[in-house]
């Protein structure tokens, strides 16, 4: 029976999956069977996405150790299967594949979570080199023609790689102490929030702020207008101006 290049290559798919045995993808047996042919496709294809979880979440893997990280890793990269030929926005759910594993949540309750920071800096840097701003955004220089009563209309827009993350543990400060091997003092259940995004050079980062600052981050980011976003906030605008995390404005009835 002939069988398609389509049909070849989603058994392929399967089998690097234990979805299929090599005999099923056509794999010709010699010196090794097909299915011994074929798990050396499956080893080297688990270490290759092992690489790029590896590379994504290197906080998770530094706090929980190689071999444990091999293991969810290996665990991650069967439930979820590669979808396309470029791997650099593979990784996504991680933080669910170590949900699967009581161990691990007993010993680092706070691991998937900081999976997911992780991943919205791998985010952050996604939206950075695919994202960019409306073409109606206008630069902050020309907010001084903007006449005073119209202030309530004013929308600043993010730069695009802009998150704004919140966590009910100490995920900036940790980044901070894994960087610098230096955990004296961290309190890890000690909520935090900030933002992630990446310089002018694509360059990810991350930077907690103080409550009222990532509040007004927030509304802006939702999309509101000055009018909408609670007075109080107002006065930490500049501080995100100063951060360069506003790309523009634009005023809500143009």
Not at 227 to 252: C, H, K, M, R, Y
Request: charged letters at 15%.
């Amino acid at each position: 029976m002939t069988v398609s290049l389509a049909q070849l290559q989603g058994q392929f798919a399967k089998a690097l999956h234990y979805q299929a045995t090599g005999e099923e993808c056509h794999v010709v047996s010699d010196l090794f069977s097909a299915d011994e042919r074929m798990q050396i496709y499956r080893n080297n294809f688990v270490i290759s996405l092992s690489e790029v979880l590896s590379a994504t979440y290197s906080m998770v893997e530094q706090l929980l150790g190689e071999e444990c990280f091999a293991q969810l890793a290996r665990q991650h990269v069967l439930c979820y299967p590669l979808t396309q030929g470029d791997v650099s926005h593979y990784g996504e759910h991680f933080a669910r594949t170590i949900e699967q594993f009581p161990a691990v949540l007993e010993a680092a309750p706070y691991a998937p979570e900081v999976a997911r920071f992780e991943w919205s800096i791998d985010l952050a840097q996604q939206q950075f080199n695919s994202l960019d701003l409306a073409t109606d955004v206008r630069p902050l220089s020309e907010l001084s023609q903007i006449a005073p009563e119209l202030h309530g209309q004013l929308r600043f827009h993010l730069q695009p790689s802009v998150i704004a993350y919140a966590s009910q543990y100490a995920v900036f400060s940790l980044q901070l102490a894994i960087l610098n091997q230096q955990f004296d003092g961290l309190e890890i259940n000690q909520a935090e929030q900030g933002v992630i995004a990446c310089d002018s050079q694509g360059t990810p980062y991350s930077k907690s702020l103080p409550e009222t600052q990532f509040q007004l981050l927030s509304h802006l980011q939702a999309g509101q207008c000055l009018a909408d976003v609670p007075a109080e906030l107002l006065g930490q605008l500049n501080g995100l101006i100063e951060l360069a995390l506003i790309a523009g404005f634009t005023l809500s009835h143009e």
